[in-house]
């Protein structure tokens, strides 16, 4: 059955990447909802997060096709229970709209906060899961919503302290190698 | 010609002769690093943006010799062929833009066959990159699905070790082709030059930890079975791990059926071989392999020629899956033991655990399968007495003739697939084929290839009309390079499969298969290659006698029945054990 899963991607830093690993989505005509990358704690060490609707067979294959890539280090596949998760959004909203109704209490109950004000508008930062952002908005719309902007998901697994400690080994044995290197 | 002493001449720099490390451009450095690699041979064909490298290839032909193919495709099939005969990376060179996308082919087919094979393209200069330069082509983007790993190197600096790694990737593991692009500026660039092999990266095993507890899971399976069925595929070959696996299966009294890429990998006359899987394929092992209750599969990937209806694949049996690249396991068939490793060091881990076993009744089951096939199939094909010739009795000579130990390197159809049923192979590495793509006109190419990898043996090329068709020029370099291969067309003046298909399944609608050909043995005397051409039975065996006499290339022209269908054959998707034996 097709619901959403969250894949994450551990990858070295390398031109193309991006394309290397989406292109196996392609291929399967898996369509990518969300995709997120930032370089981990571990210098030269990528992590994508990707959201996906597709069956968990599926994914697996996929999986398996991108770990197969030379400069992937690991990929898995999450269900939702696995991962904790946080996605954020910007609300631009014309600066008049603080003068109507009660915005104020519309953002303490949010948890949202107010970035910048200018004359012209303001800019509100909530986080949270898809459907609370999404909400939000209809919250704002009465007040003139200017502008909404999301950024993709940002996972932690929940289980990941092993991989995690693989890693940070593999990043030791490479600094001892590199500085038996440099003293020959 | 001497090697080339860069400090000698360059003058200009013979200065800096205190410094170890010689200063050269990076073109040289490509071919430096090749040498390093122990490449002896490139199949390539030079343009613009590859100049600078075939100017420095100039200076080092006594150490590696460059065929100048007619066709880029041409250049991977030959590298193909070489890497598969010889087990040495096969090597092509090509230019930028439509040199580097003629590769295209060669690379898809290398890939889906698992040949180590490492294509060098020139690129254009990198301040020219994404702005639609004169042959410029994102071959990158183009062949990142279709490659095990590619690079574009922009910095002449960057060359050895980028070339170091693409024969590290390309030969490891599951082997597979690697493209390096490397842009003019980087060709021209000078730098001081040191070459380290790579034995490692930090994200990429090639070859699994062997998991002991697999091993004897594998063996209770098989130590267990009353009907096991080993499934010999590729990997036993690039493993080499054909006195293994036949060790297993005389040890343990086990059929062994062969993929069409293992083909070669056990003697078909070995008494525990019995056939070919798949399509068309022996009888016994697709009808059996239903009855089978441990499968054990060795290096393979459960294609859909060889499986047919999945759902209904393996119905009674354990699979066993032995197999070294872990996206294959469990992708189209679940594993009950899955074994992620090399097939050699499994098969021999495997072994001591394994019960000697007595499956005599099994064993004749194929036996009896194999008579029915013989009696349906094969005896009017292999020894008929009247009527046109037939492609089978012209494989059963040329097996015969040539002691069954040539290299047969076949194209892709029925020439194909009667070749590959009846041909009785005797050493490894001795059938080289396009399996997963079948690409048509992949022979010609991939025997030059196979001669020049291992010009000890005899390469015959069986190809069909319309094979044939598609890469002729390649003559050309067999003439031009004096490549001793012997090919012979199996012509019916049709595309014979398509047109089979056609006949059992398009209600003999023969759309676009019919083909008016060319003079075959004219076309090969005019690149100065003998021929000729047989449509009579009576004369068969003294041309194939005297293609084999003949030093150097020859070109045997047999016209064979025009509509004839390979049997057995399993419809597409349908399950195994429907196969047809009329």
């Not at chain 2, 022209?557 to 419809?571: A, H, L, R, S, T």
Request: hydrophobic letters at 40%.
């Amino acid at each position: 059955m097709q619901k959403e899963y969250t894949v994450t991607v551990y990858t070295e830093d390398r031109i193309g990447i991006t394309n290397r690993i989406t292109i196996i989505f392609t291929r399967r005509g898996i369509n990518i909802t969300s995709l997120t990358t930032a370089e981990t704690e571990i210098p030269g060490v990528y992590k994508f997060i990707i959201t996906v609707m597709s069956t968990r067979e599926k994914l697996d294959k996929v999986v398996g096709q991108i770990e197969r890539l030379i400069e992937i280090h690991r990929a898995f596949v999450h269900e939702e229970e696995e991962v904790v998760y946080q996605e954020l959004a910007l609300y631009k909203i014309s600066t008049k709209a603080l003068h109507t109704g009660d915005i104020e209490r519309l953002i303490r109950e949010n948890n949202a906060r107010i970035l910048t004000i200018t004359a012209d508008y303001f800019v509100i930062e909530k986080t949270g899961h898809q459907e609370e952002l999404t909400a939000f908005i209809k919250q704002l719309e009465p007040y003139g919503l200017i502008e909404y902007s999301k950024s993709g998901r940002v996972a932690i697994v929940k289980w990941s302290r092993r991989f995690h400690e693989h890693l940070k080994e593999l990043q030791q044995a490479e600094s001892i190698k590199q500085k038996a290197e440099s003293i020959h | 010609m001497q090697q080339k002493d860069v400090l000698q001449m360059k003058p200009e720099i013979a200065d800096k002769q205190l410094t170890a490390k010689p200063v050269i451009t990076g073109s040289e450095a490509v071919i430096r690093s090749l040498i390093e690699e122990g490449v002896d041979t490139i199949f390539g064909y030079p343009g613009g943006a590859i100049m600078p490298i075939y100017d420095a290839l100039y200076d080092f032909q006594d150490q590696v010799r460059h065929i100048l193919v007619r066709h880029e495709q041409g250049a991977t099939h030959a590298a193909q062929g070489y890497a598969r005969s010889s087990g040495r990376v096969g090597v092509a060179f090509a230019t930028s833009g439509p040199g580097a996308t003629n590769l295209v082919t060669g690379l898809a087919d290398a890939y889906m066959d698992s040949t180590p094979m490492v294509c060098v393209t020139g690129q254009v200069a990198a301040s020219l990159l994404g702005t639609d330069a004169f042959q410029e082509t994102d071959v990158i983007g183009i062949t990142m699905p279709i490659t095990k790993w590619n690079i574009q190197v922009t910095r002449a600096e960057d060359i050895p070790a980028a070339m170091a790694k693409a024969f590290y990737i390309a030969r490891s593991g599951r082997p597979g082709p690697v493209l390096v692009d490397i842009t003019k500026n980087a060709q021209f660039g000078e730098f001081e030059y040191s070459y380290k092999k790579c034995e490692y990266i930090r994200s990429y095993r090639p070859v699994p930890e062997l998991n002991q507890e697999a091993i004897t899971a594998a063996a209770a399976l098989i130590n267990s079975a009353k009907k096991p069925f080993i499934l010999c595929g590729h990997g036993v070959l690039l493993s080499g791990a054909e006195k293994e696996l036949i060790a297993l299966a005389e040890k343990a009294q086990i059929p062994v059926g062969s993929t069409l890429l293992g083909l070669s990998a056990v003697p078909v006359d070995h008494p525990m071989y019995v056939g070919l899987l798949g399509m068309h394929g022996n009888y016994g092992p697709n009808m059996l392999t239903g009855e089978a209750d441990v499968v054990i599969a060795v290096g393979m990937r459960f294609d859909d020629r060889v499986t047919g209806d999945v759902e209904s694949y393996v119905p009674n049996a354990k699979v066993i899956h032995i197999e070294i690249d872990a996206a294959e396991i469990n992708k189209i068939i679940k594993a009950d033991v899955a074994v992620h490793a090399d097939a050699k060091q499994a098969l021999a881990a495997l072994l001591p655990q394994v019960n000697q076993a007595d499956h005599t009744a099994w064993l004749q089951e194929f036996r009896d399968a194999d008579k029915k096939e013989y009696d349906k199939v094969q005896q009017a094909e292999l020894y008929p007495t009247e009527g046109e010739l037939k492609m089978a009795e012209v494989i059963r000579l040329i097996s015969e003739k040539t002691n069954r130990e040539a290299v047969l390197v076949t194209d892709v159809g029925q020439h194909q697939m009667v070749a590959s049923r009846y041909y009785r192979f005797k050493n490894p590495n001795t059938n080289i084929t396009s399996g997963g793509m079948g690409t048509m006109g992949f022979s010609l190419p991939a025997a030059m290839g196979a001669k020049t990898g291992t010009p000890e043996k005899e390469v015959v090329a069986i190809i069909g009309d319309g094979c044939f068709q598609m890469t002729l020029q390649e003559l050309g370099t067999i003439h031009q390079s004096q490549i001793g291969v012997k090919i012979v067309i199996l012509n019916n003046n049709f595309l014979g499969m398509v047109r089979q298909w056609q006949q059992l399944f398009f209600d003999k609608r023969y759309s676009s298969t019919e083909m008016v050909n060319p003079d075959f043995v004219q076309i090969a005397k005019g690149f100065y290659i003998p021929g000729q051409k047989v449509t009579a039975r009576e004369n068969i065996s003294a041309a194939i006698d005297e293609m084999l006499a003949h030093k150097g290339a020859y070109l045997l022209e047999v016209v064979v029945e025009k509509e004839d269908n390979v049997f057995p054959m399993v419809p597409a998707g349908a399950p195994v054990s429907s196969i047809r034996l009329e």
